[in-house]
Every structure is written in structure tokens, then in C-alpha cells.
């Protein structure tokens, strides 16, 4: 595993900037840029490298749902781009970025293809498709009879968790989540995770609502949300949540560790991603990982399957694992 000095070394900066960025000190004022070389940093040493296998010169546009800044808040996303950037870089193939916010530059590019990675309304999905007819939607799946995707089981994910807390003797678990906008509605996006949560638990008879906050998939959120759980809980404080994301997660560490709850001994705390900071944090988070770099390179090796001439829609889910660290036991 790499560690805090290989990310300080390949980004620039020292190991205290880094340590205090891994654990998102609100109290440390360092720029966008700063922050993003470290979370690229270690995103970069963290990913395990694949063979090369050329193609045909091709140029294809990596479309973004979230801006640089909100990258920067959940990197879930920037690791599903850097999978695709690298298998771009492998296969000789040119990209170019667009944000949500410029679709209509795209049509005056000379593409093959385009992959789009978050979560779009029907009305960017046309936008898409007027420019192209080869298009894969990495993390949703506007239409699997049209377009090609590269997706997480979250209902599958949720359960897994779940069985885990309820294997280690949990009954009480709450839930700290968040839900999501398309860019430019109001209307929020259903999230499987907390659909999953309330069903799953419902149906094994130990669903409470009162244990469960929404906010939104930010490290701020996660933290200001279990603020909240423990001041209306108090000892009734679940002993186990399960966070929707990392960022989530990281927020909710440092809530407890602010009011001397002790984790893994008093709470359990179990996020879902493993993007790579994870393991940095304090204590080291227990994650479901996502293999999201092998989202972007699935959704690379579909994309040019396209190109080449496939019709046939594809979806393709790829699995997930638990990975056990220090604020579970």
C-alpha cells in the first residue's frame, strides 16, 4: 500500500498537507489545485495497472456530471475518469473533457464516441445522442435497450453491508445518506442504497426511521448529519451506521471522534466505495468497494466495441467486496 510520504513525494507538498487533506480538515485552507494534485496523487498510487492492448486511432469525449470542485468532494467519479484516461493512454486513444454544463461544444468536435459519467436527465441523454450513436453511460443506465452502461448492483451492495453488521451482532443500525439532483432540476434522484436500506431492514423486522438522515453524498454532510443523530439519539445512538458513500462516512468519523464516541467500540461505521483515501483516515474506514477504475475501463472497452461496430446494447454490473478496516469490527 502506498503511503502518506509516496502521495506527498509524487505530489509536490508535504506529508502534513496531505495527512490533513486525506482526513478533509475544515481547518486547513490550501487551494483547488493543491487538493486536487493530492487526491489524484493518490488516486494514481493506488491503481493497479493493466496490460496494454492497442487500437485504432480513435478520439471519443469524456462528458462530466460533476464539476472539478465537486469532483473534489466525491471521488468516486474522478476514479471511474482516471480508469478511462488510463485505458485511453494504453490504446493511443485521443480524449477530450466536457462538464455537464458545455454539451453543445461537443457537437463541434470531430468524435467517435462519448462516455458520460454520472447521472443524466432524459433531456441531456437526447442532447448526447444527437451528437452520437456510440455512447456508454458509466454509473447510470438511461435505457438498456438503447445505450450501453456500466453499473453497481447498489440494492445487491446495500444487502452486504446489512448482512455484515447483522452477522457482527448489530440490530440497530441507522442510516446516513444522501440524494441527488440531475444538473439544472430540482427534482431529486430516487437513491437505491436508501431504498434498499428501508425495504431490507424492514423485511427482517428492524427498520426504525428515526435512525435514518439524508443530506447529501459530501464529507460536510455526513458530519453536520451525525452531529445531528447524536444529539436527538443520545443513548440511543444506533451501534452501527451504514454511510452511503465514503465522504459520508469520513464526515461521520470526525463528528463522533468531536464528541468522544468511540469507534469501532461504541459505533460501527461502514462506507461504500473505497475511493482511496480511505484507508488514510482516522481510524481507517471500512468501506464496500467499487471497483470504479474497472468501471472506466469497462466503459472504454464497450465505447470502442461500439465504434467497431456493435449494435446490440450491453449493461454490464461489476461486483463489489467488503474491505474491513478500523471503525468495524
Same mark, same amino acid.
Given at each position: 500500500?502506498?503511503?502518506?510520504?509516496?502521495?506527498?513525494?509524487?505530489?509536490?507538498?508535504?506529508i502534513a498537507?496531505v495527512?490533513?487533506?486525506?482526513?478533509?480538515?475544515?481547518a486547513?485552507?490550501?487551494?483547488d489545485?493543491?487538493?486536487?494534485?493530492?487526491?489524484?496523487?493518490?488516486?494514481?498510487?493506488?491503481?493497479?495497472?493493466r496490460?496494454?492492448?492497442?487500437?485504432?486511432?480513435?478520439?471519443?469525449?469524456?462528458?462530466?456530471?460533476?464539476?472539478e470542485?465537486e469532483?473534489?468532494?466525491?471521488?468516486?467519479?474522478?476514479?471511474?475518469?482516471?480508469g478511462?484516461?488510463?485505458?485511453?493512454?494504453?490504446?493511443d486513444?485521443?480524449?477530450?473533457?466536457?462538464?455537464? /454544463?458545455? $454539451?453543445? *461544444?461537443?457537437? &463541434? !468536435?470531430?468524435?467517435q464516441? #462519448?462516455i458520460?459519467?454520472g447521472?443524466?436527465s432524459?433531456?441531456q441523454?437526447?442532447?448526447i445522442?444527437?451528437v452520437?450513436?456510440?455512447i456508454?453511460?458509466?454509473d447510470c443506465?438511461?435505457?438498456?435497450?438503447?445505450?450501453?452502461?456500466?453499473?453497481i448492483?447498489?440494492?445487491?451492495?446495500?444487502?452486504?453491508?446489512? /448482512?455484515? $453488521?447483522? *452477522?457482527?451482532? &448489530? !440490530?440497530?443500525?441507522?442510516? #446516513?445518506?444522501g440524494?441527488?439532483?440531475?444538473?439544472g432540476?430540482?427534482?431529486?434522484?430516487?437513491?437505491?442504497?436508501?431504498?434498499?436500506f428501508?425495504?431490507?431492514?424492514?423485511?427482517?423486522g428492524?427498520?426504525?426511521?428515526?435512525?435514518?438522515?439524508?443530506?447529501?453524498f459530501s464529507?460536510a454532510?455526513?458530519?453536520s448529519?451525525?452531529?445531528?443523530?447524536i444529539?436527538?439519539?443520545?443513548?440511543?445512538?444506533?451501534?452501527?451506521?451504514?454511510?452511503?458513500?465514503?465522504?459520508?462516512?469520513?464526515?461521520?468519523l470526525?463528528?463522533?471522534h468531536?464528541?468522544?464516541?468511540?469507534?469501532?467500540?461504541?459505533?460501527?461505521?461502514?462506507g461504500?466505495n473505497?475511493?482511496?483515501?480511505?484507508?488514510y483516515?482516522?481510524?481507517?474506514?471500512?468501506?464496500?468497494?467499487?471497483?470504479t477504475?474497472?468501471?472506466?475501463?469497462?466503459?472504454?472497452?464497450?465505447?470502442?466495441?461500439?465504434?467497431?461496430?456493435?449494435?446490440?446494447?450491453?449493461?454490464?454490473?461489476?461486483?463489489?467486496?467488503?474491505?474491513?478496516?478500523?471503525?468495524?469490527?
Open positions: 500500500m502506498a503511503t502518506i510520504k509516496d502521495i506527498a513525494e509524487l505530489a509536490g507538498v508535504s498537507t495527512s490533513r487533506v486525506l482526513n478533509y480538515d475544515p486547513l485552507s490550501v487551494t489545485e493543491t487538493r486536487r494534485r493530492i487526491m489524484e496523487a493518490a488516486e494514481e498510487l493506488s491503481y493497479k495497472k496490460p496494454a492492448k492497442k487500437t485504432a486511432a480513435k478520439k471519443i469525449a469524456i462528458i462530466h456530471w460533476y464539476t470542485k469532483e473534489l468532494e466525491d471521488l468516486y467519479y474522478l476514479s471511474i475518469r482516471h478511462i484516461e488510463r485505458r485511453c493512454q494504453q490504446q486513444i485521443q480524449f477530450a473533457h466536457y462538464f455537464y /454544463d458545455e $454539451l453543445k *461544444e461537443v457537437k &463541434h !468536435d470531430q468524435l464516441g #462519448i458520460a459519467i447521472k443524466f432524459p433531456g441523454v437526447a442532447e445522442a444527437g452520437t450513436r456510440n456508454v453511460f458509466a443506465n438511461p435505457d438498456d435497450e438503447v445505450y450501453d452502461s456500466v453499473i448492483d447498489f440494492d445487491k451492495a446495500s444487502k452486504k453491508i446489512i /448482512d455484515y $453488521l447483522n *452477522e457482527k451482532g &448489530h !440490530d440497530s443500525i441507522g442510516y #446516513i445518506g440524494r441527488e439532483t440531475y444538473k432540476s430540482s427534482v431529486e434522484i430516487a437513491d437505491q442504497r436508501e431504498m434498499s428501508r425495504s431490507y431492514m424492514a423485511e427482517k428492524l427498520l426504525q426511521d428515526e435512525m435514518i438522515y439524508i443530506g447529501s464529507v454532510s455526513g458530519y448529519l451525525m452531529k445531528q443523530a444529539s436527538e439519539l443520545g443513548e440511543r445512538l444506533p451501534t452501527a451506521f451504514f454511510a452511503g458513500n465514503d465522504s459520508i462516512a469520513i464526515g461521520c470526525r463528528a463522533l468531536e464528541e468522544n464516541i468511540p469507534v469501532p467500540e461504541r459505533v460501527n461505521i461502514i461504500l473505497d475511493i482511496s483515501v480511505s484507508k483516515v482516522f481510524p481507517a474506514l471500512s468501506t464496500l468497494k467499487v471497483h477504475e474497472l468501471m472506466g475501463e469497462t466503459a472504454l472497452e464497450l465505447l470502442v466495441e461500439r465504434i467497431d461496430g456493435r449494435r446490440v446494447a450491453k449493461k454490464i454490473f461489476i461486483g463489489t467486496e467488503l474491505v474491513i478496516r478500523n471503525s468495524s469490527f
